[in-house]
């Protein structure tokens, strides 16, 4: 990693200086086995804040409240409850949400409007408002509370997902911590994807703003699990400025270090959301080069790995070139096929857009390990750009589909 | 049906007057039980004739060829090979799909450049040319010879598609046959759709080509199976003036009727091909109405019948709502919440955004049928629009990851 960027031993959203969290059981999700569905993380001292968020338009109210909360680009904690989404069902959803944030300000003695708030869970169901209120009288916040609040944040994951990074900056420690959750559907309607991403750095909202949608760009928007979206989809990022390093300002070497230490983590975490994709058992991560543009690579990237035909053929161990190039084919990439070449863990498997002499059994050996590399060469321009999936199995189907029967 | 159109028994595309087809086994389909591969359809005279082609920007050479000859709104053949599907083979591809309607026109005694060629099958190996040239001077054509046509150009479907209709015009019957084969990938790379649409009423190619757009739009443009599109997929219609009507003119009544005919039989293949999509046991209907613009209900009908969250509800009988409108809301269609209405199979089951109170066993019992209808209503225009797709099963995974091990 660049300009002495570690990773530290866990890490989390509590890992910076200055931040607190806690969780406890609300009564909300009664359905996993840990019962923890109800979370609050805060800052010692008012944090600077940027938000990405959910492009479908039926959004949750908890989501439109944030984005409210956020917009001066101002925070002071976050509340987030599993179990229950708070979207669609109509008028109280947004007073539902209000009368939480509300709540978590009460208790901390700080202003409503720095709460921000997320939801994760069944779609359609009213949120039992006393039994959240009771729920954040009764949360403890402590310093390594990180790791509670990444529990409590889940609906069907196997396993909580966070990573702390650090790096010096003049003469001090920059730490950066993040928690997720996947965009497992294994149970109904559970498809958000939520993240929580604190830093002791400080930074101004508007360059944290800039620096978060570069890095989710990155990262949680090229990966996918099966092309749907949620209600609920929200990545948060704080900085409170509590490791003393002073400002960090556009375009000095601390932005940069900062840029690469932010993507680590955003990078690691969507990772590990698509590894842990509902069914999966391996991670697809498909690299597009020498495309004309950005965008183009990036669109070839992620229609190849999010293709039905392609994740079924890496479940089969299949090196089966001909999905990745028509599902190439559709994508907003220029391609000449003439000059497409395609490499598999690393196996040349086509060039100058004919299949290569690969040796099939090697391949498909290859191929059974728990990460399957893509890599497609446009050699039409410099861009290239990364996506990452997961294999499509039987089991996705038998989840998705046994629900009611 | 309107103004008189009628389904005949057994129609196919040499239903209409002046058609007749053949085919043979040339040794490409090894791996299917009927071992029909390569077919010709042949007009007595010369028809008008327009298409609709694959928007992958990988084609095969077939496409290129077809595309090209039919720009002068012409033909007099098509002659169609499935097995292989000329595509990602370099060079040689264009110059086999050339041999291949050249040796056609020899034998029928026609100018090679109206003679339409498709292909289907594997993608990455070649055409055996010999093979070819000889299994086209064995097909005998016959005036009911659409049928073995319609076995001839499937590769994974389970059975033929064809269908046939006629309306009566100026004291004659205008009749209009068709065949497809469908988006199964069963087998391998097999994404091809084919449909070939012949009609003995006197058209001009350029109303022609407006009328099949038209109808495309409507029916194969609607269908999703798994997203994939392929190198090869082509939609050709022939009119040839054999039933001596006298020529269908734009904006008057027969013209009307025509295309009003023509839709039905496009309508009728695409749900075929969609209620056949490789492992499906179900068709998916999905309307929507009360769009703003045309545009947004069939943006909104596509995403609901191709998401795999809703695929595998219907898969497993599961009234899952929250599912249908989350996929709603990543379309391109405007949607208020409040306004939302959905029923499936006939039962309301969302009203003013909010579920309705419905039984919930007896929509599970409804969705248990063989098609399963997502009527969703937006109430903000008055633009409507229907897709087709299929359910989503562990069969489909099994299938397209069984190919290698």
Chains 1, 2 share one sequence.
């Not at 003393?244 to 932010?262: K, Q, V, W």
Request: aromatic share 4%.
């Amino acid at each position: 990693m660049p300009g002495g960027i570690t990773i530290i031993e866990d890490g989390t959203v509590t890992s910076p200086q200055g931040y607190v969290a806690g969780a406890t059981f609300a009564g909300l999700k009664t359905y996993a086995e840990d019962k923890l569905d109800l979370a609050i993380l805060y800052s010692r001292r008012t944090t600077t804040a940027a938000g990405v968020f959910t492009q479908n338009k039926l959004k949750s109210p908890s989501v439109i409240l944030t984005e409210e909360h956020v917009a001066d680009g101002k925070a002071h904690a976050v509340v987030v409850n599993s179990g229950i989404a708070n979207a669609c069902v109509g008028d109280p959803g947004y007073g539902d949400a209000k009368r939480m944030t509300g709540k978590t300000a009460d208790i901390l003695g700080i202003r409503p409007e720095d709460v921000l708030i997320c939801s994760t869970g069944v779609v359609g169901v009213e949120l039992p408002m006393s039994l959240i209120e009771s729920g954040i009288d009764r949360i403890q916040l402590a310093t390594d509370g990180g790791h509670r609040m990444a529990r409590a944040i889940l609906t069907t994951d196997p396993r909580p997902k966070e990573i702390g990074v650090s790096f010096p900056l003049n003469g001090k420690t920059i730490t950066i911590g993040g928690i997720a959750k996947g965009a497992g559907m294994i149970h109904p309607d559970m498809a958000t994807m939520l993240s929580f991403i604190t830093t002791d750095a400080e930074i101004s909202s508007d360059l944290l703003k800039e620096m978060l949608k570069d890095a989710a760009d990155d990262s949680f928007n090229m990966m996918t699990i099966d092309g749907d979206t949620s209600t609920n989809d929200t990545v948060l990022l704080m900085a409170n400025g509590a490791a003393g390093a002073g400002p960090i300002r556009p375009g000095t070497e601390g932005a940069e270090l900062f840029s690469h230490a932010l993507a680590e983590v955003c990078i690691d975490l969507a990772k590990r959301i698509a590894r842990e994709g509902e069914g999966a058992t391996k991670l697809i991560e498909v690299t597009v080069e020498g495309a004309r543009t950005l965008r183009q690579a990036r669109s070839a990237a992620r229609i190849i790995s999010g293709s039905s035909l392609v994740k079924t053929a890496v479940h089969g161990n299949d090196p089966n070139w001909g999905r990745i190039t028509v599902a190439l084919g559709r994508s907003e990439a220029d391609v000449e096929e003439s000059k497409l070449a395609l490499h598999i863990n690393g196996a040349l498997i086509m060039e100058n857009g004919l299949p290569a002499p690969f040796h099939r059994d090697s391949v498909i050996a290859l191929m059974s390990q728990g990460q399957v590399d893509i890599r497609v060469n446009l050699n039409l321009g410099e861009h290239s750009a990364t996506a990452w999936g997961c294999n499509l199995s039987e089991e996705y189907v038998t989840f998705n589909s046994a629900y009611t029967t």
